[in-house]
T-cell receptor, first 115, second 116 residues
Framework: EPEVTQTPSHQVTQMGQEVILRCVPI?????FYWYRQILGQKVEFLVS????????KSEIFDDQFSVERPDGSNFTLKIRSTKLEDSAMYFC?????????????FGDGTRLSIL | AQKVTQAQTEISVVEKEDVTLDCVYE???????LFWYKQPPSGELVFLIR??????QNEISGRYSWNFQKSTSSFNFTITASQVVDSAVYFC?????????????FGAGTILRVKS
């Protein structure tokens, strides 16, 4: 069964450094998402992306964050200058159609640890 | 505004007991979708079920069943004859049809511990 792939599984970065989290969505999917889960807390929406542009972003997704689909397969989340509070599990998700009934399929997540 | 509430922070049961996980939601949309996801100790999010706002039929899938009641804005999840492998965090989530992008709004999750 096709799946969403995220790399790396764990990223350790010094505060203030830039980090790029990578995702390969399911190949025929068109809608992409990033979510964040701080340890022990709920999963929070960061951003949705379609047709090479952001369709919605949350308050968390400030100027330090950006997303890109640099080629036909990858979908990346960049944090320009990381802060301690960016430490979390980051999940990428994709779905095949815009309809709300379509379930989002999640990757296994990237655990980001900021030192 | 959308909101999902899972009031049960943690539930512990003994294997073979039945357990129900509660989910209450808020939305202004008349068309919306509710989801349950499972997060096992390994950390991934696994899609379990989707229900749309026009379909109040209960659904059963093996040991899992879901009770959707629009009148009380609830979408509860029951595991029958629980097993140790059911131990996980379970998230209820909501997506509104009219919202462009259709983000998922998650509840806080319920930790289920099944002891042998």
């Amino acid at each position: 069964e096709p799946e969403v792939t995220q790399t790396p599984s764990h990223q350790v970065t010094q505060m203030g450094q830039e980090v790029i989290l990578r995702c390969v969505p399911i190949s025929n999917h068109l809608y992409f998402y990033w979510y964040r889960q701080i340890l022990g807390q709920k999963v929070e929406f960061l951003v949705s992306f379609y047709n090479n542009e952001i369709s919605e972003k949350s308050e968390i997704f400030d100027d330090q964050f950006s997303v890109e689909r640099p080629d036909g397969s990858n979908f990346t989340l960049k944090i320009r200058s990381t802060k301690l509070e960016d430490s979390a599990m980051y999940f990428c998700a994709s779905k095949s159609a815009l309809a709300a009934r379509q379930p989002q399929h999640f990757g296994d997540g990237t655990r980001l640890s900021i030192l | 505004a959308q909101k999902v509430t899972q009031a049960q922070t943690e539930i512990s049961v003994v294997e073979k007991e039945d357990v129900t996980l509660d989910c209450v939601y808020e939305t202004r949309d008349t068309t919306y979708y509710l989801f349950w996801y499972k997060q096992p100790p390994s950390g991934e999010l696994v899609f379990l079920i989707r229900r749309n706002s026009f379909d109040e039929q209960n659904e059963i899938s093996g040991r899992y069943s879901w009770n959707f009641q629009k009148s009380t804005s609830s979408f509860n999840f029951t595991i029958t004859a629980s097993q140790v492998v059911d131990s996980a965090v379970y998230f209820c989530a909501l997506s509104e049809a009219l919202e462009y992008g259709n983000k998922l709004v998650f509840g806080a999750g319920t930790i289920l511990r099944v002891k042998s």
